[in-house]
T-cell receptor
Framework: GAGVSQSPRYKVAKRGQDVALRCDPI?????LFWYQQALGQGPEFLTY????????KSGLPSDRFFAERPEGSVSTLKIQRTQQEDSAVYLC???????????FGPGTRLTVT | AQSVTQLDSQVPVFEEAPVELRCNYS??????LFWYVQYPNQGLQLLLK??????LVKGINGFEAEFNKSQTSFHLRKPSVHISDTAEYFC???????????????FGQGTILTVHP
């Protein structure tokens, strides 16, 4: 079956613009994670959903970052008033259950100019 | 709090030579440990994982890792590398805190493995 998909794959935004990044998890996967990977760094946790419930958003760096998963499948990560420090690859991962193996999407590379 | 330290940012090696990528971790609770590989412009792929049981874990593509609780290490090894193993490798952990835990991953900084012909 299909893996985790993310769109767009690349996004260039001018500083101050809002962006929306989409994640389509593997069908039936309960858990969904977002990670941020800055250049030359390992991924860092942003937020976690179990079905439609956002159970952990402790990694979101500021209130400009917002994530949702309204029907427990597709998720959107929104960044308002983008800043240069938001430039990174945003990775989405899903897993069958709460502690199962995570399957990663290819990521969205965001460049803020 | 948990942390993962990968001791080498870059490891160059010749084809067919053995390789070891080093990983140390710190955690106040029991953990699960993972190694992921990332090829250019692709997502992370799980190589292997340690959940419990035998401390020697075998994964895909001929890789293996050994969990050492006393040294809080989880080093990745391969006895003979191929050109196609050139990629970035990430060590990661998630907490094993019983029924309340979930798979939130903490990653190391990554090690770029370059295999030369």
């Amino acid at each position: 079956g299909a893996g985790v998909s993310q769109s767009p794959r690349y996004k260039v935004a001018k500083r101050g613009q809002d962006v929306a990044l989409r994640c389509d998890p593997i069908s039936g996967h309960v858990s969904l994670f977002w990670y941020q990977q800055a250049l030359g760094q390992g991924p860092e946790f942003l937020t976690y959903f179990q079905n439609e419930a956002q159970l952990d958003k402790s990694g979101l760096p500021s209130d400009r970052f917002f994530a949702e998963r309204p029907e427990g499948s597709v998720s959107t990560l929104k960044i308002q008033r983008t800043q240069q420090e938001d430039s990174a690859v945003y990775l989405c991962a899903s897993s069958r259950d709460r502690a199962g193996e995570q399957y990663f999407g290819p990521g969205t590379r965001l460049t803020v100019t | 709090a948990q942390s993962v330290t990968q001791l080498d940012s870059q490891v160059p090696v010749f084809e067919e030579a053995p390789v070891e990528l080093r990983c140390n971790y710190s955690s106040s609770v029991s953990v699960y440990l993972f190694w992921y590989v990332q090829y250019p412009n692709q997502g992370l792929q799980l190589l292997l994982k340690y959940l419990s049981g035998s401390t020697l874990v075998k994964g895909i593509n001929g890789f293996e890792a050994e969990f050492n609780k006393s040294q809080t290490s989880f080093h990745l090894r391969k006895p003979s590398v191929h050109i196609s193993d050139t990629a970035e490798y990430f060590c990661a952990l998630s907490p094993n805190a019983g029924g309340t835990s979930y798979g939130k991953l903490t990653f190391g900084q990554g090690t770029i493995l370059t295999v030369h012909p």
